[in-house]
């Protein structure tokens, strides 16, 4: 799969950030794009960010969403799959975007 993506800014100037916890720190610097699957540009959509050296992110495509994202907690642990081929239901935990497959 190849995207075309184009670079854009989603944060006004000066943005802070408070998480579920309370916790509260400026806006990591982050690099954000959006676009489109190439061969499927009238019926796709990809959003990638990629944050402090990790990436994550989402595609439509085909009727299908696909995930990129963090999966435990080693650097580097980034997986790219479709969301109906999951055999758990992965969801976030409470501090931040790491994926935890069910207990």
Known sequence: ???YLWKFNIF???PKVEYASGQK???SKCCHYAGV???AEKNSLAEISVCEGEIGGLVQFKGH???LGK???KKGSEVFYRHDQLNFTPHFNKD???YQPDS
């Open 96 to 98: 931040s975007a790491i």
């Open 12 to 14: 006004a100037e000066g």
């Open 37 to 39: 699957v190439a061969g």
């Open 1 to 3: 799969m190849t995207l």
């Open 65 to 67: 969403q696909y995930t």
């Open 25 to 27: 720190s400026k806006a």
């Open 71 to 73: 999966f435990g907690t």
